[in-house]
């Protein structure tokens, strides 16, 4: 990957260009993690950077000459985020700078940024370049923002919630400064899109160490600006929907797959997890989210779910028609509910799920 980065800072360069590849490549890379997350500062304009290469899309903004200046670059299948050096002005919102202007110095550009350890560079040659001696807090473990904290965060709030990504996934300590700058501007959290609080919350979660990023958050105070509710709740901290689904996080939005995901985990929360037929109507994924949260054992469960004579209704020994024959009916809203006597039966072993067991079944029950 690191060859490749090179060959992109190359292109730009053979036009006449700066180009550094900065940010979480090169912390990732001097750690010695595995990274594909490419960003790249240089004084080409997002205007040149599409004179340059072909599969170019801008990202923040709508013309080529946009405020926010950054384009996505597809080379050889790796994106590349490619942003042009600049000062941001007057943050208006907790967010967003209200202009920036394009400046033709590397270390002014950097000095924007958030984090010491996200303010390295590696130039066309390998070489590492850093002015803000980000390595110095790699080697400490330490998160520093560039700026002073406060000031930091009241210029991007959502760099609260990097800063606890980053000691989580990373195993590092936040600087003092932040954790005294945390409790001076975390109000201005409730301004940040819950979109982008949520992306940040999900890399939290999804985390090896989502307790920690919890056990944090709640240190930190920011259950409160954060809008989240129930964290006593959560006992599995291995899966991000496992874990959403015990907050209370009405406030945010989430997919129609995680909605139907986070809906059910709730449901059979209340509900009887070893319990055969809660089993089979919810499946074991849920379940397991659920029962988990409850100290209740996965091993418990899946052993239950792993012994059920079905699985699903097209498990069952006899199908739609047949009942109808059997009751000489035309299909009707009756079906379901048969349908749902069966499954019972045979989920709990008092039917064996045959054809010829079921017909006398409906025989004795149903005509």
């Not at 350890?117 to 590696?122: G, R």
């Not at 874990?243 to 139907?260: A, G, L, R």
């Not at 949260?293 to 020994?317: A, C, G, P, Q, V």
Request: charged share 30%.
């Amino acid at each position: 990957m690191k060859d490749l980065a090179i060959e992109f800072l190359n292109k730009i360069e053979d036009n006449g260009y700066k180009a550094y590849v900065v940010g979480g490549y090169v912390r990732d890379y001097l750690l010695g993690i595995e990274s594909y997350d490419i960003d790249i500062t240089t004084n080409a304009t997002p205007k040149d950077i599409k004179n340059i290469f072909s599969n170019v899309s801008i990202t923040r903004g709508k013309r080529e000459d946009s405020n926010y200046g950054s384009v996505r670059v597809v080379y050889k299948n790796i994106l590349f985020e490619v942003t042009t050096f600049r000062i941001e002005l007057d943050y208006l919102d907790n967010r967003h700078p209200s202009s920036i202007f394009y400046i033709n110095d590397l270390e002014t550009d950097l000095i924007r940024r958030d984090f010491t350890i996200n303010a390295i560079c590696m130039d066309k040659n390998g070489k590492i370049i850093d002015p803000l001696e980000g390595r110095k807090e790699l080697k400490k473990k330490i998160i520093k923002t560039i700026s002073p904290s406060d000031k930091s965060f009241k210029e991007d709030a959502l760099r609260i919630l990097r800063a606890i990504r980053f000691s989580v996934i990373l195993g590092f300590k936040l600087d003092k400064d932040i954790i005294d700058a945390i409790s001076k501007t975390k109000l201005y959290l409730k301004n940040i899109s819950y979109e982008r609080k949520k992306i940040e919350l999900d890399k939290i979660f999804a985390s090896p160490h989502a307790k920690d990023g919890i056990e944090l958050i709640k240190k930190l105070d920011l259950v409160d600006s954060l809008e989240l509710t129930n964290l006593e709740r959560i006992n599995d901290y291995t899966d991000l929907i496992g874990i959403w689904s015990m907050i209370d996080s009405h406030c945010y939005k989430f997919t129609k797959h995680e909605k139907e995901l986070i809906k059910k985990v709730n449901q059979v929360y209340e509900l009887n997890n070893l319990d055969p037929y809660i089993l089979y109507k919810y499946g074991l994924y849920v379940n397991i989210l659920a029962g988990i949260n409850k100290n209740i054992s996965k091993k418990s469960i899946t052993e239950i779910y792993n012994n059920l004579s079905i699985k699903s209704k097209k498990d069952i020994d006899i199908n739609a028609k047949d009942i109808c024959d059997i009751l000489n009916k035309e299909p009707n809203e009756f079906l379901n509910s048969i349908y749902i006597s069966i499954e019972k039966e045979i989920v709990y072993n008092t039917l064996k799920n045959n054809k010829k067991d079921i017909i006398k079944y409906i025989k004795k029950n149903y005509l």
